[in-house]
């Protein structure tokens, strides 16, 4: 690719036209120098307050597509709070790529910084104020730009903010956190909070078995509610700073690290100290083998409620869902179930997880050699602390015991919804007589091999046909629609071309499906009147394949034709003989 200044010479032209008229303008550009080094460069010396800043304007290989980069040159430290990086990195001024537009030109760049400069002056010895000046931001940076080049980072709940906020000037309590090193980052989380005396508050939003971050986990730290000011805080390094800081709060005896601390379980290697200033900002430290000192950046939810979901899903939170199959498909439907607002599960599903399954299952190595459902129980545990998990590792289509398989079956009668997660014929006729005779709703899904699409059903009590005949629908559709194209050579979800390629359904195409199941679950709660789904099954084409003329195509199976079957009440009387009977178990 040529670069830019070759390909649109018109615009270098303009460029240093405007340089050459800003020189002979403005008395505060002293120099001006073109250079390539890499790219296109100009070196400039702009002079604010007494001093000269040497900047470097670098012209990217697509610009004026993309903007310009400003530098300053040979400083020892940042220059300015609108500066990314360290004492080199390029400054924020007022266009930027948020708000760019190809009629800058360096001409303005340079302005803009000369601007910067003169509010702010960070190293002028004219007029410099005592306390710094930061000129006002054009834009808001997110929590992410803001955090990005921290390492040491805490959460702080709104829970815990709440509480710290109830507490008395000068207060002094205890608190119990979890550190974690994942990666480069080191992450703080906060579980309990006690004020002296005072009765325990404990986060009910963290999960208690997160990895490293179990109850015999927690270090204890003391947290102090101060009057200081967030500047006075500073960043301390050492212990002694910190018991200095805070020696008005008798710190120097409450942060003693060796074991002589009135707080219980304050020693050790590993401590913490929380400081809330007098704004009510807050400060964590972490103190390691009684002496060095870290400090922890704070993030803190950008909305109120952390758990906001959609309006159609908020009635599923006292519903209890069976799910039986916890692969790639069933593993994924749970966790969306979960994400919608789904709190009580019941997990069936013997197999246990090995790295050939990672493919396409939702878990990961961390869970290898753990039962699928045992291991997606965690998981949905992890995503809220009131979700509530029963698991069955019985194989209830293997050798098992008969009182085992009843209970596990009787257990899914007691649900409010079931679902076939396996494609697997017998699975879906025994879950079928469960939802009939129960009277429950059922939901079944199938990706079809090679990935070219899939299934998903439901069937509700006397608004739908049973299962079972839904399911004849569907193969005399199939026996309609052959397509001898496509021959299946496993069961994973591969098939085979006419011409011996092989096709596996990817990640994405399980997901696809499952997800548009876990729709329908949700669904099936609501009223008939107030369903987004006018049929109750479909076909879901993802390839150009079969009876799918384009990807995303939908097919719906009417199942009008077939008998609505509602649950009859039973008009068989019972015999005398059988009543005498059954009052004698009774006495019993």
């Known amino acids: 690719m040529l670069p830019w200044f070759l390909r649109e010479p018109e615009r270098l032209k303009r460029e240093r036209t405007g340089i050459e008229n800003l020189s002979r303008s403005a008395d505060w550009l002293i120099g001006a120098e073109w250079l390539l080094d890499g790219d296109l460069c100009l070196d400039s010396v702009i002079q604010a307050h007494g001093y000269n800043y040497t900047i470097r304007v670098t012209f990217p290989s697509l610009y004026p597509e993309v903007p310009l980069v400003v530098r300053p040159r040979n400083m020892e430290s940042r220059v300015s709070g609108h500066q990314y990086g360290g004492a080199d990195g390029p400054l924020c001024l007022e266009w930027g790529p948020d708000n760019w537009h190809q009629d800058v030109t360096a001409v303005q760049m340079l302005e803009s910084a000369h601007k910067l400069f003169e509010i702010e002056n960070p190293i002028g010895q004219k007029e410099r104020p005592e306390m710094p000046v930061v000129a006002p931001s054009r834009h808001h940076l997110t929590i992410g730009q803001e955090l990005r080049g921290e390492m040491f980072r805490w959460y702080a709940s709104e829970g815990f903010q709440g509480f710290l906020v109830g507490q008395a000037k000068n207060a002094v309590g205890s608190f119990r956190f979890s550190l974690r090193i994942l990666g480069d980052r080191w992450l703080v989380l906060v579980h309990e909070a006690t004020p002296i005396d005072g009765e325990k508050w404990k986060d009910p939003t963290i999960p208690e078995d997160l990895p490293d971050a179990g109850p015999l986990n927690l270090n204890t730290g003391i947290w102090f509610k101060t009057n200081l000011d967030p500047n006075e805080i500073g960043k301390p390094e050492r212990l002694a700073d910190l018991q200095y800081l805070l020696q008005d709060q008798n710190a120097t005896q409450l942060l003693a690290t060796d074991g002589t601390s009135p707080i219980s379980g304050f020693q050790g290697s590993l401590t913490g100290a929380l400081i809330s200033d007098r704004l009510g900002k807050l400060h964590l430290f972490t103190i390691h083998s009684g002496k060095t000192v870290i400090g922890f950046s704070q993030v803190s939810s950008e909305q109120t409620c952390t758990h906001s979901r959609s309006p ?22 749970a966790i969306s179930l979960a994400r919608m607002g789904v709190r009580q599960f019941y997990l069936v599903d013997h197999d246990v997880l090995l790295p050939e399954n990672l493919q396409r299952h939702a878990l990961d190595w961390q869970s290898v050699a753990e039962h699928k459902a045992d291991a997606v129980a965690t998981a949905l545990r992890h995503i809220a602390t009131n979700v509530h998990v029963d698991v069955s590792r019985v194989h209830l289509m293997g050798q098992e015991s008969s009182a085992a398989n009843n209970g596990a079956l009787d257990r899914l009668s007691g649900c409010d919804l079931l679902v076939d997660a396996t494609a697997d014929s017998r699975v879906f006729n025994l879950l079928a007589a469960v939802a009939k005779t129960a009277t429950k709703p059922m939901v079944w899904l199938e990706i079809f091999a090679g990935g070219i699409g899939g299934l998903v059903a439901r ?12 399911r004849l629908a569907y193969l005399q559709y199939c026996s309609e629609h052959p397509d001898p194209s496509f021959h299946v050579v496993s069961e994973n979800y591969t098939v085979e071309m006419p011409d011996g390629k092989a096709l596996t359904a990817s990640d994405a195409d399980v997901a696809l499906i499952a997800h548009h199941a876990a729709r329908f679950v949700a669904d099936c709660f609501t009223s008939p009147d107030q369903s987004k789904f006018p049929y109750s099954m479909y076909l879901i084409g993802m390839q150009t394949a079969w009876v799918f003329e384009a990807p995303f195509a939908t097919i719906p199976i009417s199942t009008e034709a077939l008998p609505l079957v509602q649950p009859q009440p039973s008009d068989d009387e019972i015999s005398a003989e059988n009543m005498v009977f059954l009052s004698e178990l009774l006495k019993k």
């Open 312 to 333: 159609d899903s908020v009635h599923l939170g006292n519903k209890s869902v069976g799910i039986f199959g916890l692969g790639s498909a069933g593993s994924k439907l």
């Open 459 to 470: 069937s509700r009590p006397g608004q739908d046909r049973c299962p079972q005949d839904m």
